[in-house]
């Protein structure tokens, strides 16, 4: 489901929400020519709308940064025990020659 609203906001809505079997993703997802950034406020918004508003485990649910790079996508999950720490950098940054990290 596509969030249809840019959300500057404080509220934690990502901009898609997506459920395969009993798990669920969140994705934060940005348009860009060769790098996509993600400030720490927009990928802490997802992990609050997963562990606020999604029952179940953390195991399930996944916090995905996502890149349109021209006409490629890259997918980035986020790592509970990074947020959990506290860990997560001041910005995330995927390049065009990355490679995502997501298996679904």
């Known amino acids: 489901m596509r969030v249809p609203v840019s959300n500057p906001s404080l ?18 997802v940005k348009n860009a020519s060769y790098y996509a950034y993600f400030p720490k406020q927009q990928i802490d918004k997802l ?11 953390n195991e399930t649910k996944h916090a995905v940064v996502a890149a349109h790079l021209g006409k490629k996508w890259l997918f980035r999950e986020i790592s ?25």
Do not use: Q
């Open 80 to 104: 509970w025990a990074d947020w959990e720490r506290d860990k997560i950098p001041d910005k995330v940054r995927i390049l065009k020659r990355d490679r995502g990290n997501l298996n679904l």
């Open 47 to 57: 992990f609050r709308f997963l562990n606020e508003l999604i029952p179940g485990s």
């Open 11 to 28: 509220n934690p809505l990502p901009d898609i929400i997506a459920r395969k079997g009993e798990h669920s993703y969140a994705f934060e």
